[in-house]
Every structure is written in structure tokens, then in C-alpha cells.
Nanobody
């Protein structure tokens, strides 16, 4: 069972930036789709971005041009660079791995955007 450990969340003012990291314990990290979901209070979990083994990326329309996903296969880590943060970006952010249909989740990291 792979372990996914997120870090990098916290409190940031509107307009600020954060970079989330998700480290995987699995040595087969490089061959699977990795991504991020988020869940705001009272809302359903929504897909934020994902990245394939070939480094193709896709972001939700709500964060295009604002968030960037990337991966470092040598470090078994996927990143989410979040810029120009807004209060509506406040949520728990979850890293996930999709291994041929089997999805694993991290424990989540809180991001709060507030002045």
C-alpha cells in the first residue's frame, strides 16, 4: 500500500502563493497518474489538477493560469504551485495516485487564504 504524504499547506493572505508537495513511498511513482483534489467546507471534493507519467497536465478551469502541477520522479514527489490565491481557494487539498484504476489518497493538507 503506497503512502502519500502532503506538506506545504498553511495560512496565506489573498494574492499570496504556496507550494504543496506530496511524497510517495512507492518506487513505481513515475508510471502513474498523480494529482490533487480539494474540498472546501460544505462542498464536494473537486479535481484541481493531474499529471500523467508523460508529464501531460490538466487543471480545472477554476485554477487555470493560477495553479501549476509538476512532478519530480527522482524524488517521488508531485507539486502544486498555487499563485494569486483567493479566499475561495481555502480548502483541504488531497494528493492522489491513480494506479491503473486503483486510487490512493494522502491525508490532506489545509490551505487557508485570509487576511
Amino acid at each position: 500500500q503506497v503512502q502519500l504524504v502532503e506538506s506545504g499547506g498553511g495560512l496565506v493572505q489573498p494574492g499570496g502563493s504556496l507550494r504543496l508537495s506530496c511524497a510517495a513511498s512507492d518506487r513505481t511513482f513515475s508510471i502513474y497518474v498523480m494529482g490533487w483534489y480539494r474540498q472546501a467546507p460544505g462542498k464536494q471534493r473537486e479535481l484541481v489538477a493531474h499529471i500523467t507519467s508523460g508529464d501531460s497536465t490538466n487543471c480545472a478551469d477554476s485554477v487555470k493560469g493560477q495553479f501549476t502541477i509538476s512532478r519530480d520522479n527522482a524524488k517521488n514527489t508531485v507539486y502544486l504551485q498555487m499563485n494569486s490565491l483567493k479566499p475561495e481557494d481555502t480548502a483541504v487539498y488531497y494528493c492522489y495516485r491513480n494506479a491503473l484504476g486503483t486510487v490512493s489518497w494522502g491525508q490532506g493538507t489545509q490551505v487557508t487564504v485570509s487576511s
